[in-house]
């Protein structure tokens, strides 16, 4: 058991070692009739979850470590506790890059993550997680666990159930394992920023080396303590990075190498993980963070522009999303239905 | 209740009577797809222009409960749009509108019926590019890539289709539109445009598609390099994924294939003194190019490859992938009809198990030819016979389902982009258990509880039925 506190109250979490072990604690969470919270290590949890006293916390964390890792074949394998830092120890060793690329990886796990749907920054390059999980096991309301996917980069066999479990916050069922695709390890990797006049200007610089054949690991604007910079993380075979390096210092000749800076980027991450977040079309992001800079009660902010993604901290509220069509709720309701029948998960 | 006059005339009402295929003339050339021993002339075949008329005939279907089956240019391999006994068939082949390119996010909005390489020379003028590429492209339609998850030579740098749709226009089975067609960086919900990709035509019809578009790559180069034996191209190819080299694709054609195409009118000039051709395409900017061609060459090399040919010329390309997208067409010279069959392995384990259906092949007296996949894995053991002869018909099938337990024992899947359809439908439950199938089972059912979508492929009936008695919310 662990405790995890949530909206104020600290809350015990029972911690299966094993599938056999989260089995039957979820058989026994049904017979009791407790609905489940599932979590990794709890540290993505939506701030505005409620639990009532009944219902029941259960954490993936100690279910740890890599079932399935062939160097030769650019996929690994792992329970749902793994800690990101050890998959991406563990595959660089053989030549891969994990992605996504996220802050505090030694406290997220797998599961949480796929649960999440989080993308990196790194998915400039690579494109969203949802893209790279291959396969899951997953226990249902009765812990019994089923397959869907495999451990291959290419298949189409049965419906994409990976899918519909990333991102979906632990709602259908507690992820046990997963299988993600890998990348090759960049032989080199470095990175640059510029000092921009404005968010507008940082975002308009960041779209001019997305038209370009640069392909950057990953672009960031970042607002800290009223200063703009443009972040740019380069990476791949030496004589690459210096094409990249001389088509950056091209389109602004203020574009310096940094790593110092790596630290603030990763800092306001953190910072900014649980604020306002808000996406749009790539061609209307400048728009959108000069709409931001320009109200006086916008805090911190962190662009990226190449995927159009902002998050900010203040007073200024996120656009009213648009509710989900008629159809689609109640489909998705008959499909929340179909999987977890007796409403046992809750949306962590 | 089922296909009658009173429908046919509703459903002319509404699509008009060059919408409505009722004349046995008319319908049977949908009775296959290129599944091509399965075989069913459907009831009706209705040909919609748009998403609200394919809402419109979907009501009046539901409300008559009759079967549909989707279908887009019937180019599919497993069956996936064999009409169904009493049932009706959707094809898109009359929605083949490009609605919009934005240049500028770089995604563009089509209909389901347009053909998958209209699509590619809609982007062209932009500097845009649409990536999966099947070897149907120039007949088979986005629509049907969507059903079947299709993939293609340039899937293994780009992916499948799922990786690039980013958007849907969905027909339920019951008639009502489901819009989820605005471009969105991640889903609102769940991932049901994600869920849809690859699932068969049997949770509704998608009748307009948003895709990723990229841009076009500074360089493309396309290399032939020739082997003295299959072997030593498959072990090239396991040795350039432990290197982590990227190539965009890298394809094979064995000596059987090469002869094929050298002897048709695709002829790509691949020498025929080969036992092996690879094909690979190294893509990007020039610097990228070369960085890429310097780890490649060495490792080809050490496997013994002569006779590398590089080209750039986008006519020198277009020749030499000819030969490889055209490879099936060829190989009508070698009988009247062929089996295509479509597994994933292990990519460590290529050399292994394209001997394993070498063996199989041989061991029944077939005569097989290999096109496939390399760098995905994705094999395809290509079988001639002739259809006409029961007796090497049967040979066929049981050829084709011990590749599939080979390639499955192998720790692979059995499928890598065809899908299942009716052609691997047996063989589902040697890859899943009655467990993971009776989940799929429930969804399907929660987008369409009669099962009247495209019934009878992919997911076996037994599991279906013990879904049934498992009936969610059960105690």
Sequence with gaps: MSTLHTAGRERVALLPRSAEELS????????????????????????????????????????????????????????????????????????????????????????????????????????????????????????????????????????????????????????????LRLFPLPAVRNGWWLDAQSGAHACRVALQVRATRAQPLSMTALRLDNRWQLHVELAGHAAVIEDEERILRGISSSFQANEAGRTDLEQLMLRLRNQHH???????????????EADPTTGDLLVDPGIATVRWTGARPVPEVPPLSGVQRALEQRI????????????? | MGVDSTLVEALRRELGSDGVLDRRSQRVPYECDGLAFARQVPELVLLPRDTQQTAAAMRLLHEARVAIVPRGAGTGLSGGATPVEGGVTIGTGRMRSVLHIDALNR???????VVNADLGHACESHGLFYAPDPSSQKACTVGGNVGENSGGPHCFRYGNTSQHVLGLVIVTPQGEILD??????????????????????????????TVRLLPVPEVVETWVALFRSLDAACDATSDLIAARAEPSAIEILDKLTIEAVEQSVLRAGYPQDAEAVMLLELEGSEASVQANAAVIEPLLAVRGAFGLRRARASADRARLWAGRKGAYGAMGRIAPDLYVCDAVV?????????RRTTEICSGKGLRIANVFHAGDGNLHPNISYDRRNPEELRRVLEAGDEMMRACIEAGGSLSGEHGIGLEKLSAMPWMFSSEDLAVMCRVREAWDPECRMNPGKLLPIRACMETRMRAPGAT
């Excluded at chain 1, 808000?278 to 931001?292: G, K």
């Design chain 2, 107 to 113: 995604w563009a909005r089509v209909q389901a019926g």
């Design chain 1, 24 to 179: 039957e604690l979820l058989a026994r969470c049904r017979a009791e009739g407790r609905r489940v919270l599932a979590i990794g290590t709890g540290c993505a949890l939506r701030e505005d979850l409620l639990l009532q006293e009944r219902d029941q916390i259960i954490s993936t964390e100690r279910m740890r470590g890599i079932i399935e890792y062939e160097p030769a074949e650019g996929v690994v394998t792992a329970w749902s506790g793994t800690r990101l830092s050890e998959l991406r120890k563990t595959v660089e060793a053989g030549g891969h890059l994990l992605t996504p690329a996220l802050p505090l990886e030694t406290e997220r796990t797998l599961g949480g993550v796929i649960a999440a749907g989080a993308s990196g920054s790194d998915r400039l390059r690579h494109g969203p997680l949802r893209n790279h999980v291959l396969g899951v096991r997953v226990a249902d309301g009765e812990g019994i666990i089923t397959r869907s996917g495999g451990r291959l980069v290419k298949n189409v066999t049965g419906y994409d159930l990976p899918r519909l479990h990333t991102g979906a916050r632990g709602s259908l069922g507690v992820i046990v394992e997963a299988s």
């Design chain 2, 180 to 209: 989820l067609s605005e471009p969105q960086v991640d889903p609102q919900g769940l991932d049901l445009v994600g869920l849809f990709t690859g699932s068969e035509g049997m949770l509704g019809i998608a009748t307009e598609i």
């Design chain 1, 278 to 292: 808000l996406s749009c079309q790539p061609a209307r992001i400048e728009e959108l963070v000069a709409q931001l």
């Design chain 2, 346 to 354: 292990p990519r460590r384990h290529l050399r292994a198990l394209v």
């Design chain 1, 336 to 348: 929340r239905k179909a999987i977890d029948p007796h409403g046992m998960f809750l949306r962590g």
